[in-house]
């Protein structure tokens, strides 16, 4: 009783600042869980560029969804574990099989221990072992089939395998077997397990597809994940008109100002907080002092140090809509103190600018990936190159 009643007043009193604005989105989550139901077997595939919420969709709208329906969500990052992507996936589902057997009290625990043996006059109790299965097979695909099928009965409901970044599994040595086997246990365990991936990089996608050939293509069903739109901004709107009786932000300005830094809502917010903190309404400016502020030069300063000064060459000259691999570029490039540009060295520069999230590739070619960056690039480099740029 007592904590339904605080639980009311905590809801009272929530949406007090920027940062607690949060928009959920159950109607996408439910759409999403019905069409794998419809398609058993074959995964969805959600892609968008970094930042604009594709995990905090998982764990805030897909998890609890999927809950509601009677599934047993489970996560994974495979980028935080790009080294063993595979065994990142049996880790997860071993930490689910855990939560489920072993009971959180030590009493369930004896409970759950069948009596081995009662003394002849009936005065000991000896309690058997620990409940145990047999042990796992030790290749991790193998591993991966136990697990699903062990998890999905301990449940008794089907289990919602989300892979995190899946593009990881185009980028390692083994990528294309462990594509194989991923798909031929979610194939074959189709009853028992629903799989929902994310990536951020429609290369690694690319890539994910042609290395595997036609398995993947035709495996996952590729959705373009939606961008958080006016209910946001609207959201950012309200509270900044709470904070500042009297003064508005227009929607036109705030949605081409999202627009503008790529849809990514923590740094909309951000710059929504320093307008307020300004008293400013003019969306435009806002992020223009945003990108002045030392702080963020300060990020795309290291950000741009974090590679050498061919590689930043590359940046500037991509962040400059200028073809890469042009004889214009290459001049551009030979400006640089010690430099002997060639074209397959631009070509390596960007596939390692491509592996480290700088570039990313898309329809309209290579980009850079963080549309505010390439604008702090473009002006940077509109002198000549002249660097080291930082
Ligand atoms: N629906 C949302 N409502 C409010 N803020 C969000 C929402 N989705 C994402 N964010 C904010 O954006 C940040 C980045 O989102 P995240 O899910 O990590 O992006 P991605 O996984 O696509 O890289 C989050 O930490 C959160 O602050
Ligand atoms: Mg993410």
Known sequence: MAIAIFTTIHDNEAMTTFDDIEVRRPGIAQAYLALLAAQPGRPLALFAPRRVGKTFFLDHDLAPKAKEAGMLPVYADLWLHKSAPLEAVNHALEEALDDLRVPRSHLGKLAKTPVKKIGALGASLDLGDEPQRRPLPESAALRLDALVTRLARQHKGQVLLMLDEVQTLGEVPDGV???????????????????????????????????????????????????????????????????????????????DGFQRIGFKPALM??????????????????????????????????????????DQGVLV??????????????????????????????????????????????????????????????????????????
Do not use: C
């Open 177 to 255: 077997s462990l594509i194989a086997s991923l798909r031929a246990v979610l194939h074959k365990r189709r009853e028992d397990v629903a799989a929902v991936f994310t990536g951020s990089s429609q290369e690694g996608l690319a890539r994910l597809m042609t290395t595997a050939g036609a398995p993947m293509y035709q495996f996952a069903q590729i959705i373009d994940f939606p961008f958080l739109g006016d209910e946001f901004l609207r959201l950012l709107a309200a509270h900044f008109s709470k904070v500042h009786p009297g003064k508005t932000l227009e929607m036109v300005e705030l949605r």
């Open 317 to 390: 000259v991509v962040a400059k809509g200028q073809p890469p691999l042009s004889q214009a570029t290459l001049e551009t490039l030979a400006t640089i103190p010690g430099s002997k540009p060639t074209i397959s060295k631009v070509r390596s520069s960007i596939e390692k600018l491509k592996r480290n999230g700088l570039l990313s590739k898309n329809a309209g070619g290579t980009t850079i990936d963080d549309p505010l960056f390439a604008e702090f690039l473009s002006k940077k480099g509109s002198m000549g190159l002249a660097l080291p740029i930082a």
């Open 269 to 310: 917010r951000d710059v929504v907080k320093a307008m307020s903190a300004e008293g400013i309404t003019d969306v435009a400016r806002g992020i223009d002092n945003y990108m002045a502020s030392g702080h963020q030069v300060a990020i795309w300063r290291a950000l741009l140090n974090s590679v050498d000064a061919f």
